[in-house]
């Protein structure tokens, strides 16, 4: 059997006092050009993807939910009348255990007082068929989720598959991603 020699204690320097602040840490560093041009474009194909999954698990709003989404809080959900909200909003309660699939579905199923809806414009039912409320939202409305503003009330994003157009409220929306803890792209939920 071989020995081996013990091995000697190694002297460690320690910085002095003040001499640890001209080091720079891991996140001091900046990265470079490449590396930032690198990180936006796996940002941006993290976008994509996301918003491909969202648009794909859309439902459209005449058809029955396969999904429930409960919510956990008592809140008010923001309900256009028509694309865009042209035509306004409406504002309704939501409880604690109540599914909000449902509450959209409700509400844009029911059908419209064709004297109320000739100045709007209904991409769906010609002159003489009784419209439905989502008739006004477009040519072919989809729930691609719930967005909650700082005042925790529910604005729905739409995509129309039809008009290829994603919208919520007054405005357009895009899909924004953040990084969670293990370093993977994940939807920014505010």
């Known amino acids: 059997m071989a020995v081996l020699p013990k091995q000697e204690a190694q002297d460690v320097r320690i910085p002095a006092a003040g001499a640890g602040t001209q080091q720079k840490s891991d996140k001091d560093v900046k990265p470079t ?3 930032a041009k690198l990180a936006e474009q796996d940002r941006k194909s993290a976008v994509d993807s996301l918003t491909k999954i969202r648009r794909a698990s ?3 709003v005449h058809r029955w939910p396969l999904e429930k989404r409960i919510a956990e809080e008592k809140t008010r959900i923001h309900l256009p009348r028509s694309y865009l909200a042209t035509d306004g909003e409406d504002v309704r309660v939501v409880w604690p ?6 509450v959209v579905y409700e509400h844009y199923s029911g059908s419209v007082d064709p004297k109320d809806g000739n100045h709007k414009v209904n991409y769906v039912a010609p002159d003489g068929v009784s419209p439905r409320r989502h008739e006004y939202l477009g040519p072919d409305p989809r729930v691609a989720g719930y967005f909650f503003d700082f005042d925790d009330e529910i604005h729905i994003r739409w995509w129309d598959a039809y008009l290829q157009d994603q919208w919520m409220d007054r405005q357009k929306w895009k899909m924004e991603v953040e990084l969670d803890e ?3 792209w994940v939807e920014k939920t505010r």
Do not use: C, I, M, R
């Open 182 to 184: 293990s370093g993977n």
């Open 33 to 35: 050009k490449e590396q």
């Open 58 to 60: 859309a439902w459209q």
């Open 97 to 102: 255990g109540e599914d909000l699939n449902q």
